[in-house]
């Protein structure tokens, strides 16, 4: 018989919320949230609606700590994809009950996903098979409007699906250079003054991710996109590793264009893209003769599956549920949006907030349990300092000295039913440390601080059993 982890965690976290002891109300310290009879109910509600999150499968408890490589997946949005795959599996522009409800599910996605960006419009959303193939969609539409003596930046910290399509334009002569903005190897933020001295006249793309799917590191996006937007440039955001962390908003930051995946939000394999519109009304993407010439349907390529629509609408319908929840407790921050909008980035603000309590905990520890920081052999890359810990998610990449990676990750599973990954995430982060490998422990919001207990244990254990410590 195992354990129910969900019972043990909200019995374990009861007793901790009882404490005075002045680190567990830090690690509990997003405003708000330091009552200990919320905290416990809503994250129990929280996890109630992920099915896999405290135990697999197979029957067996563990800890899911790899959600940056595909997170956990709510149950609704499971049910709504198949629901979707099985009542509406009619092609749309059919004359039945069947096909309109398909046409309406691929309809009511785009919606959801036009408020998750705060979009202009539904028509402005564009779903692909993944974030890879819609950033190679882009530089390829993008690619017939360039002069041939151009160049394009981005980041050194980025991962390859938003360097690969501009370094193919490169290969064919089509931009004269990738240029790659530098980050701090201390801190793992990008250097702002490297990024601006990269910038000319010549720049035609900016390109960067949101977040560091390998540092955690947030790039200050605002800033990156006034510089570029100075100078004419245009603007990707590769909001990948972003979407689950950090309230997104494509209409303030005036992106072009900015894409995600569902099934690190949640949902499933299958991907999204907001475009400006009249970028996407005039640019040429890959296009069969016959479909429409306007957008969104001119940049799918082929017929859409309306269980990705489903399944990311019901992603939408959870976030919105989260946000009614908790809105009250971030109210001062959400004012200027209205509807569902307002409850997304509710939730989503709340969500930035409460993941920066996991950050603390993975790098300070708790009580009785020493953080990543405290660990001898442990080396985390990306930012460690405390008064800017707003500026990173809870995505750990680090290394133990003189051990090989892929070992300590699989003792990890088999000794403590701890989930990460030694990997190089496709990230070209890891160049600058020198590293072909990191381990990654990346955790989203229905992560608790028990859980990031039993995973600092089961690292200093690892960290003993491997002589490195
Ligand atoms: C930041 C970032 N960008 C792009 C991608 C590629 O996404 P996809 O697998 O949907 O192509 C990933 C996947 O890990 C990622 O983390």
Redesign the pocket.
Known sequence: MWDDPLAMNVRKKESVMTTNNPREHKVYGTQGLQDGKNMPGLLRAIRKEFPRVGVDASGRTRIFFEN??GSLVLQRAVEAESKARRDFFPNVGEASWESRMNENTILEGRKAVSDFLNASSEDCIVSG???????FQISYALSKELPQDGNVVTTEY?????ISPWTELERRGIVKEVRFATFNADDGMLDMQHFASLLDRKTQVVAV?????GLGSKTPLNEVFRFAQEIGAYTIL?????APHVPIDVSRLECDFA?F?A??LFSR???FMYGRRDLLERTKPYKVEPSPNHPPAKWEMGTRDQALFASIAAVIDYLSWLGQEVQNQVSDRVFEYSGRRRLLKAALTWIEEYERTLSEAMLYGTKGHPGMLGMKGVQVYGLKDESRIHLRTPTFSFDIAGVELKKVAEHMWIKHGVVVIADD???RALRTYGKPLAIRASLVHCNTIQEVETFLAGLAETVRHFGAG
């Open positions: 940056a490589a098979e993944s974030a890879t193939s819609l950033l980025e991962h390859y699906a938003n991710t949101g977040v560091s799917n590769d909001a990948v590793h972003m894409v995946s099934y690190k394999r299958g991907s995430f496709y990230s």
